[in-house]
């Protein structure tokens, strides 16, 4: 059932690459009030588009962008298809080499590219799934299993509407057996990720308090408590000699990487150099005994994003002053819980405050780790599709970072989520000169397609 | 030979105080460039009123204020008097209850004072020892002793024309025996205080410096080195768990406050509620076992009067900045040697400092300790002149901060310097309505007579 749809992919791509720059062309910038009118019309395309093959799509106003949805096709697993159609500003303008709205297909000693703003985030990484869809529902006049779309207009403004969205309709929303993510990268020029699990994000605000106002030193250095000092060292205690967190009961549902991932990711044969190396750097500076990428991906940290205190303009002023702050953070793994890690910290700030001291908290988001069930079929069904479709075989990978949107369908709507993206790191995503490559888009749509396959 | 001195000086009072107001009257604020005529017109009264008692006063020009020298009398010790004849700016003007150039006595409920900016730094003070030798050489038709008068004009903008003053002039200005300086508080109302010795101070800037740039936390975090991290890490291990400071070396020319000094500062009666009740602290911050005195007249310090990295605005940014710096400055008390404390702490920094990091120093100033021979006789005359004007026996003490002037005597001229003054902690000097107590000018005036009678 798969070589027609991949033929009519392959026939149809100047048609396909027409739509996507039509589709780009559209200045959907979310977060500028002056686009709102395009970013509606980017919905409208969108929506329009979906009809144009059967998908009985709809937009639904929030108090933002409207979410485009719709769903065609019955039996299999049900999918929900997610991705965004609004795109970063274009700032700074001056460092583009073309209108980033007037889309083209441009070569490059690379290959052929589409340069435009969204190109690769994230119009061309959701058409790559429309595009398959299509092509399924053209030659053979359904889909191969039942599948939800699934399009918001305000990721690049932080999603405010999302939230309230996915918890006014998570009773149809929640009918998925699993979400399906556009919107990352492929780990070589042809090896394809999955990724399967990424840390979540714990952020709190400390500030220590001491003496009443600012105090000079020469009068009171010695016999008053400086809030820095005692900041620094509750920071400095954190981490022990060997890098582990010693907040007690951290690593509560922190667990070891399977070896079956750690042998997926040494087979990826990324060295700190390919990690480090582009910002002056070449020695992971995480726990003893482990690699860099557990380090990135399976390690939690605790994280001094910030601090001040005191004086800190040119020259010097001996002064103590009368509060220090920081802001930490921590990237939280498997099932560690942002809850009790919380209180935890508290108390270990609080335990180390001395006489005449005390703190202020302020909470800063708390996200749990995603880690996805990769038993479930559809997850071998995809690494099937995609050894079929590239040289190299998928990588099941992680991510140091939080994908909120993946984190959000797991707590809100129950669903694990396949992320799985074919932007390449060069992409300038949310930088001047965005591409996407020809190739992404052509392996993309096929890949999707071939997943439609093994799941038909 | 006094008795005559202090009734002339009694008798006198009503002209003193007019002359202290004529003097007051002048608006001398150093640091602003609009009252340099001003200042001008200050020293040149003050050397035309030494005149008028026989001093043959000069003004010296410097690039900056000049200074005003003049010297009188033969035998005995030679002292060298110093004082300042310019003021603080008088912001915020708002906050003075009458103009602070329009010098006046006022009845308080503590007393009268003169009302005035300069009233009791310096102008005030100062005068007390110019009135007391116009005294003596108005009773007597000489001083008792040869005595040299030194005022400056920028004690107020940073003395930039000092250092250099003093080495071009340091042959004449090496002849005297022992500095006289009167900038400094009486510890009781019946009480008055010699300091006798002052912390120096040492200040060091350290920017720790990671990757070549500000790194995302979720990209990067657990692998990239946080240079926040290694500077809270750097900073805690200053200080030990007892409070001392863990820099080799650092307490080489430390020595124990001496039996009888200590016995002094008992005496004293000063609790921790008087030192740090009023900025709302109560614990004594110092070394494990040392009283709040020592801490703050005895006991060197490291402390960090500023610090930033990374984000520091409203909200939360996840970033792992490139770099991140603090400022430390170092209370120095007894022979503790500025220069070799400055190395070993960048010995400390480096030896701390893990792969990929390096980091900068900037060095702010370095002054040693000034701890004065107190078995110099003119101190054991200071002290019975004092005993026998004042209801309380005069104290010992020492001070937490420097006091320059004290520091450039002993470095450049080599120096010891008697710091005596007359001022109340309430006189509200650098701040809205300085005042002096007619007292501390009365009594001021008759403990400078009286000295000088005890060395003729």
Redesign the interface.
Known sequence: MIDPVLARLDADRPQALDRLMEFLKIPSISTDPAYDGDVQRAAEWLANDLKSFGVPAEIHPTSGHPMVTGTLGDGGPHLLFYGHYDVQPVDPIDLWHRDPFDAALEDTAAGQVIRARGASDDKGQLMTFVEAARAWASVHGSLPCRITFFFEGEEESGSPSLLPYLDQNKGWMSEPDIALICDTSRIGEDRPAITTQL?G?L?E?ITVH????D????????????P??I???I?????GPDGRIQIPGFYDGVEETSSALRADWDALGIT?ED??GD????????ETGRD?LE??WA???A??????????GA???????AQ?S??V?F?LVGRQDPAKIREAFHSFVQERL???CRVEFAP??AGPASVMDTDHPVFAATRAALDAEWAEPAAFVG????IPIAGYFKTILGLDSILLGFAREDDQIHSPNEKYDVKSFEKGTRSWARLLGELA
């Open positions: 840390r994000l952020g605000e001491a003496a009443s106002r105090l000079h030193s020469g009068s009171f250095g010695g016999a008053a408590a400086n820095i000092r900041l620094t060292r920071l400095a205690d954190l981490h700190p990690v480090l910002v002056g750097l070449s020695h992971p500076a995480g860099v380090m990135l390690r939690p940290t994280e001094i994003n910030g601090i001040t205190g005191g004086y800190t020259g010097f002023k001996t002064v103590l002053p220090a920081a802001k953070s990237r001395p006489a005449d800063h988001g991510a140091g970072g939080s």
